[in-house]
Every structure is written in C-alpha cells, then in structure tokens.
C-alpha cells in the first residue's frame, strides 16, 4: 500500500497537481488534521470561490447590470444549456454520418427505431406547442395587468401635459398682444417667458418619454414559465427535423442504396444493351459508364455534414501543434548557436527586437498572401492532396488558411524557446565544456552529450511558454483567416446574432480555458521529467 501511495504521490508531482496531495495522504491516514486543512486551503477555498464568483457575483448582479445589444448576459443555467445544445449538435451529425453509412439489416432496423421517435417527437411538439399558446394567454393577461396602470398614468401625464401646454400658449398669446412698440420691459418678459416655455416643453418630453419607456418595459419584459415552454418547443421542433433527416439518411439519401440502385440500373441497361445495336447501343453503354462512375464516386464519398465544435477543437488543436513544433524547429537551434557564440547572439538580437514585438495580426495577411501564391490551386496541388492522404489528419482538411494560421503561431511563439535555450546554453557549466575539451569531443559529441541534456530544464520551460502563447494566437488568427476552427465558431457566432450566440460564446471561453490548462499541465509533465531536482525551472 505505502509503494501505491508513494507512486500516486510522485505522478501528482509530476504533472503538477499538487492540490491532490493531501486527499491522497489523507486516504492513508496520514497526519489527518495536517491534510485536512490544506484540502480546505486548496480544494474547498477556491471551490467556494468559484461559486460566489458565478452565481453570487455574475447571476446575482452583473447579469442584471450589464447588458448588451441582444438583451441581457446569459446566466450560468443559460451557458450550460448552450453547452448541452453544442454537444447534441455534435451527436446529432456523428449520428447522421452512421446513418448514411449503414446498410444492411442494421439500417432496416434503425429505420424502424427512427420511425417511432419521429411519431414521439411529433406528439412532444404538439403538446409543447399547445403549452406555449396556453401560457401565452396567461402572460399575456398578467402583461395587461400590470400594462394598464403604467398606461393610464401615461395618458393621464399627456392630458396634464397638454392642459398646461395650452395655458402657457394663451398667456404668451395675451402678453405679446398686450405689448406696445418701444415696451422694453414687456419684451424682456415675454422673453423670459418664451425660454421658461421651451424649457417646459423639454421636461415635459422627456417626463413622456419616461412613462412610455415604462410602459414598453412592461411589455417587453419576458416570462420565465413561457420562455420555458417555447424553449421546451424548440428542442421538440429541432429533435423532429434531425429525424426526418436522419430518417432520409437511412433510406433515400442513404450510401448504400444508392449504390444498389445504381447497380440494378446497371445490370438493366446491359440486359437491353445485349438487344441492341447501332446509335441506341452506344447511348445505352455511354448510359452504363455514367452510372459505374456515379458508383465509383458515392463509394468514396463521406457525409458532408457541419462542423461541430469537438470538430473545431480537434482541428485548432492540430494546428497548434503545428505552429508549435515548426516554431521549436526553428527556435532551438538558433537558440543554441546564440548560447555558444556571443557573436551569432549579437548578430541576431536586431532581427529578435524587431519581430518579437509583431502582433498575430499584422503577421497573418502577409502570410495568408504568401502561403496563397505557393498553392494557387490548392485541391490539385500533389503536397495538398499528400496530406489530404494521410491518416488521422486527412479529415482535417488542411488548406492554406490552415498553413498560415499555423506559421502565424510559429512566428509569434518561437521567441520564448529561443530565448530560454539561449539562456540554458549560455548557463552550463564551464567545467562541463572544459571536460569535453579534455575529452577532445567533436562539436556533435558535445551537443548530444553535454550542450543539449543541461539546458533541457530551460529549453522546456521555454517550450512551455511558447505553447500557450500559441494558443492564444491560434484563436484570433483562425477568427481573421476564417480557418476551420475555434477562432470561426466564434464569428460565426458573433455574426449569426441569435439568442443563445452569446451563451455559445462564453462556452467557448471555457472550452479553450480547459484546452489551455491540459496543454500547460502536459508541457509541465515534460519539463519536471527532464528538470534536476530543486531547479527553478520545475516551478
């Protein structure tokens, strides 16, 4: 048991989840008050903190305090709502390209299951729909209840408004009768009457508009209970169409019966071309060639269903690690040879001020330009269709706004690497390069046996830095290049405009939130398995 704990003990450290510790040395009954309180100090704390952060502070004051175009914040119910609708999405479209590959007794059988949940969706719509016109009746009549107060106070403010208006007219009326030529002092006053007027007139206005606005936020203000029912609506109404066309998928629309088809069309244009000869034969063969190719194109076809977000997100990920590895490729080599050579430092330090500082922005349309003028027809170029060849990355599609994106995040996260390899390099031991002279060891010798393994500790904890430095760039030069990915759910969102984009939105923030952490968490892993024990770079 002690060598299980122990093991537990060294992989939380490892991957950097030291919170952890003491529930495990807690299960082994191991100083119990000890543990206890730093599970409070860094399980419950932070846990009681997250709490108060989202649904005290965000759905208890800023959702009702903030407020944007679309209407107000969406609330942490809301969110998760939108979560679970994105992740039906996505079952809903892996469930759709099963379909359209089934065949077989399995599609007959699924077909008679799609059947039934499309009588059940219905009957769940009809109710749903009922229970919204019914609780439409109900806000309506509360709505008029608490409408006619505001409007009769309204009407009554326009009367008062109106009777005074006309007072005022008429007393400006008599006194600019009752003025004589040369009456300074009637002028003056009729004056001052005239600004007091308009001055009126403008309180009045806005007292109007202040009852109307009122008004029209009683009228606009929403129900809970019938939101409830039109959204239970919409999930009856949503479910029914993704049956019928999963419905489709299984029978008109489906793979493998089109394939059948086409190939009965086939075995009887060959019966009839065998009765045929001249003009006729030669259309009914052309006929017979159309349809094998049309088989030969849908039995490599694949359903081309939307992106989902797990989609985006494996894709982004992808893309990431691109940009990663190619910025590593070119950061620690240079890194190394500014280490070694004080000369090839001060030689590269101008390029190094200049382009660190170069925003993801600017980088990104000069490389969009560039990488497009390398592929002007990218389906036909033999390097695109390669990788379209390859295994699990093929079905990423990669394109040139996936290359550039890609090379945006190399060159904007390359520089930490370079820096801290630079650093590690420059660091080592000088009895260590002395051995190594002693030793009479070649340049390679040196690099592999002493120059590289020392300054592992710095050159991950640069690594380290660049990753998540990629990842925030990665978002905002996919959103720009309208590369598939997390960064174009996010405009697509902003530019669909609908009632749950905003809720899908903050979805995404999490999403990469949790997708920057792992990546961070693995990156850690790397670099303590390679630190020396108490070195600063395992922090």
């Known amino acids: 048991m002690e060598k299980i704990k122990y093991s537990l003990l060294k992989a939380i450290d490892i991957t950097g989840l030291t919170f952890i510790a003491p529930v495990v040395r807690l299960c082994y009954g191991e100083e119990p008050q000890v543990q206890l309180k730093k599970i409070g100090q860094w399980i419950i704390i932070p846990l009681i903190a997250v709490f108060i952060a989202l649904f005290i502070i965000y759905d208890g004051f800023i959702v009702d305090t903030f407020k944007t175009k679309s209407g107000k914040l969406p609330t942490s119910s809301k969110i998760y709502s939108s979560y679970k609708s994105i992740d039906q999405l996505h079952d809903d479209e892996m469930a759709k390209q099963r379909a359209y590959n089934l065949s077989g007794e399995e599609r007959v059988e699924e077909l008679n299951t799609v059947d039934q949940k499309i009588i059940s969706a219905e009957e769940g719509l009809k109710l749903a729909s009922q229970a919204v016109k019914d609780q439409q009746k109900i806000t309506d009549r509360e709505q008029a209840k608490k409408v006619a107060p505001a409007e009769a106070e309204y009407t009554k403010l326009k009367e008062d408004i109106k009777t005074a208006t006309a007072a005022r007219d008429k007393e400006l009326k008599l006194l600019s009768e009752s003025i004589t030529p040369g009456d300074d002092a009637a002028v003056k006053k009729l004056l001052e009457l005239v600004r007091a007027d308009d001055a009126q007139d403008t309180l009045d206005k806005e007292k109007r508009n202040l009852a109307k606005d009122k008004t029209n936020t009683i009228r ?13 609506e919409t999930y009856y109404a949503e479910r029914l169409a993704f049956f019928k066309i999963y ?56 359903y081309a269903g939307s992106k989902t977000i797990w989609y985006q997100v494996r894709r982004s990920i992808l893309c990431v690690f691109a ?21 090839f430092m001060a030689m590269m330090t101008p390029f190094i001020a200049i382009f660190k500082p170069v925003s993801p922005i600017v980088w990104l349309p000069i490389i969009l330009l560039v990488v497009m003028g390398a592929f002007p027809n990218p389906d036909k170029h033999p390097f695109m269709e390669w990788l379209a060849e390859l295994p699990l990355i093929g079905v990423y599609k990669i394109n040139p706004a996936f290359m550039a994106s890609a090379i945006t995040v190399a060159l904007c996260s390359l520089w930490a690497t370079m820096a801290n390899t630079a650093l590690g390099v420059a660091s080592i031991d000088k009895d260590h390069m002395n051995v190594a002279r002693v030793l009479k060891l070649g340049f390679f010798a040196r690099l592999f046996k002493i120059i590289i393994p020392s300054s592992l500790p710095l050159i991950f904890a640069g690594l380290r830095i660049s990753l998540g430095v990629g990842w925030m760039v990665l978002i905002a030069a996919e959103l720009l290049s309208s590369s598939e990915g997390i960064g174009k759910f996010v405009i697509d969102e902003f530019n669909n405009g609908s009632s749950d984009s905003l809720a899908k939105m903050v979805v995404v923030v999490f999403i990469v939130g949790i997708i920057g952490l792992i990546l961070d968490r693995i990156m850690v892993i790397f670099q303590r398995m390679v630190s020396f024990e108490g070195s600063a770079a395992t922090i």
């Open 220 to 232: 606009i203000e929403k129900s809970l209970d019938l939101e409830e029912r039109k959204a239970e």
């Open 247 to 302: 419905k489709q998928l299984l029978s008109s629309k489906n793979k493998a019966l089109i394939i059948d088809d086409k190939k009965q069309k086939i075995a009887s244009y060959e019966e009839e071309l065998s009765a045929l000869t001249g003009a006729k034969a030669l259309k009914r063969a052309r006929s017979i060639v159309k349809q094998e190719s049309v088989i030969s194109n849908k039995e490599e076809s694949e």
């Open 323 to 343: 940009g990663f590895f190619l910025g590593s490729i070119i950061a620690i080599p240079i890194g190394i040879f500014c280490g070694l050579n004080k000369t």
